[in-house]
């Protein structure tokens, strides 16, 4: 089975472990993508398991909206000179700070 594997701001997120089955948090509070805040870690989880199209559908919605703010915040640090290009912040997600590419 392939792994369902989610991008947040928080790392990243394996729905397909146990761990999620009874957890009620949403994937990520802050996004803007409904997918990752409106629906539980247990309900995704359930849909993967499941193989339920939807749970598919959801995930790719997240992981769609993660990469454009991804990219979104990107543009915004290299027109404000911010963007780190050598890299010592490759793994941005690691943190939701706003500064996330300043030296």
Avoid at 37 to 44: E, F, G, I, K
Avoid at 47 to 69: C, D, H, I, K, P
Avoid at 77 to 93: C, L, S, V, W
Wanted: proline share 5%; hydrophobic share 40%; glycine share 6%.
């Amino acid at each position: 089975m392939v792994a369902m594997v989610l991008l947040t701001w928080n790392g990243k997120v394996n729905l397909r472990n146990a761990r999620h089955a009874d957890d009620p948090a949403p994937l990520d509070e802050q996004s803007s993508c409904p997918g990752a805040r409106d629906y539980s870690r247990a309900h995704l989880h359930h849909l993967v398991r499941s193989g339920e199209y939807l749970g598919a559908m959801l995930l790719s919605w997240v992981n769609t909206t993660f990469y454009q703010e991804l990219m979104a915040a990107m543009r915004l640090a290299i027109a404000e000179g911010r963007f780190n290009a050598q890299g010592r912040n490759a793994r941005p997600y690691r943190t939701h700070e706003p500064n996330r590419w300043s030296d």
